[in-house]
């Protein structure tokens, strides 16, 4: 079976702009799960969905947003890009993310933003 | 809120050396706990896990037991390999958020 896969690999951006991250979920998995990594603040939950909703969500800033399609493909944007952002973007997906689930990790998009 | 602590890297140990990478957490309820393994350029494998207390994961040698008593969650290996090098994330989920909270990650380096 496929892993989670992510699109594209490395992005370089400048400060002002805004982008848009795509992730394909393992085939049958219905939770999608973004992270932020940074050297700084290490590895932080952005937000979750399930089923085209929004489930649960970070302490991170509304510039920060996603969405889910009904094939359970997500993508998250990012508007008004700030040097702060450059970061590894991982997404992670489960069957339905409840207790115990485990979350499968995609290989990350690194973005740079400049 | 939920946190979790790891000892700090990097961790430098020659081949065939005993490993221990402590962790302890502070939650609400019972949370299930985890390890993750982060190679070079690459996004996280989940190595092992347990959803309750006195449960121990295994994966490759790996070793984890949730101990409720003292909220710790350390990974052990009896002899580490040049191939084990790499980040090291322990993390939980609770009952409420379906979210994982990671430590801060320790990085191993297994020497020849």
């Known amino acids: 079976k496929a892993g989670v896969t992510q699109t594209p690999r490395y992005l370089i951006k400048t400060r002002g702009q805004q982008v848009t991250l795509s992730c394909s979920p393992i085939s049958g998995h219905r939770s999608v799960s973004w992270y932020q990594q940074t050297p700084g603040q290490g590895l932080q939950f952005l937000f979750e969905?399930?089923?085209?909703?929004?489930?649960n969500k970070g302490n991170f800033p509304g510039r920060f947003s996603g969405r889910q399609f009904s094939n359970s493909r997500s993508e998250m944007n990012v508007s008004t890009l700030e040097l702060g952002d450059s970061a590894l973007y991982l997404c992670?997906?489960?069957?339905?993310?409840?207790?115990?689930?485990?979350?499968?990790f995609g290989p990350g998009t690194r973005l740079l933003v400049l | 809120g939920n946190s979790v602590t790891q000892m700090e890297g990097p961790v430098t140990l020659s081949e065939e050396a005993f490993l221990t990478i402590n962790c302890t957490y502070t939650?609400?309820?019972?949370?299930?706990l985890f390890w993750y393994v982060q190679y070079p350029g690459e996004g996280l494998q989940l190595l092992l896990k347990a959803t309750k207390a006195d449960d121990k994961g295994s994966n490759k040698g790996f070793e984890a037991t949730y101990r409720k008593e003292t909220t710790s969650f350390h990974l052990e290996k009896g002899s580490v390999q040049v191939s084990d090098s790499a980040v090291y994330f322990c993390?939980?989920?609770?009952?409420?958020?379906?979210?994982?909270?990671f430590g801060s990650g320790t990085r191993l380096q297994v020497q020849p």
């Open positions: 939650a609400t309820g019972y949370p299930s």
């Open positions: 993390a939980l989920s609770d009952t409420g958020r379906r979210a994982l909270t």
């Open positions: 969905y399930f089923s085209e909703t929004q489930r």
């Open positions: 992670a997906s489960s069957l339905d993310s409840g207790l115990g689930e485990t979350q499968y």
